[in-house]
């Protein structure tokens, strides 16, 4: 596919289901990073937050599309600071995908290019990009456009991180889980208390 036949536009609301079925045929539903989670039990909460992120006037969702309207990847725009601690404007680029049967084709950096337009529109100088860690392909692209790595962000449950330091769990701590049931569970051999007319 030559790169002129690849064209990018602003997403609507109408584009969402070809921008799921984009999300779906990636396998990037759900970071691999974060154990346990099932792409399936994640897909209703990510058609909520893209219908979300469609609604953001903060936020910009870039697709690349070929001459028949079929979707080929995107990438999603927003001008922020470039951290917590530092007050520099800059483009933070999330969500950036390119379908599995379109890569190695400049899809990615047709996208990159319209980033790096709306950077200019408004007069950001710099650009983040944020990738799944395990993404090494991405990774690479990005670092031959001169991307350098920033900060490193790791990802554990609270439960690991509970066990990794030694922590007991305490009633307290058993308050802040919402709705979370536990059973006290009795030693085995134990008499049972029973009640009366029982």
Do not use: C, K, W
């Amino acid at each position: 596919m030559p790169r002129g036949h690849i064209r990018v536009r602003v997403a609507s609301a109408s584009d969402l289901p070809a921008i799921l079925n984009l999300v779906r045929d990636t396998r990037q539903l759900v970071p691999h990073a974060i154990a346990g989670v099932h792409v399936r039990r994640a897909e209703p909460a990510m058609v909520s937050r893209y219908e979300t992120l469609l609604d953001d006037e903060n936020r910009t969702l870039f697709l690349a599309l070929d001459d028949e309207e079929q979707l080929l990847g995107m990438a999603v725009a927003s001008v922020e600071e470039l951290s917590a601690t530092v007050a520099l404007p800059a483009v933070h680029v999330s969500n950036l995908v390119v379908g599995a049967r379109h890569r190695r084709r400049g899809v990615g950096r047709v996208l990159i290019s319209s980033i790096v337009r709306y950077a200019e529109a408004h007069g950001v100088d710099h650009i983040v990009a944020g990738v799944i860690s395990e993404d090494r392909e991405t990774h690479r692209y990005l670092a031959r456009l001169g991307f350098a790595p920033m900060v490193v962000r790791r990802v554990a449950p609270t439960a690991t991180v509970r066990r990794a330091l030694g922590l007991g769990e305490t009633l307290h701590d058993r308050r802040l889980v919402p709705g979370a049931a536990r059973r006290v569970r009795r030693p085995i051999g134990s008499p049972r208390v029973l009640r009366r007319g029982a």
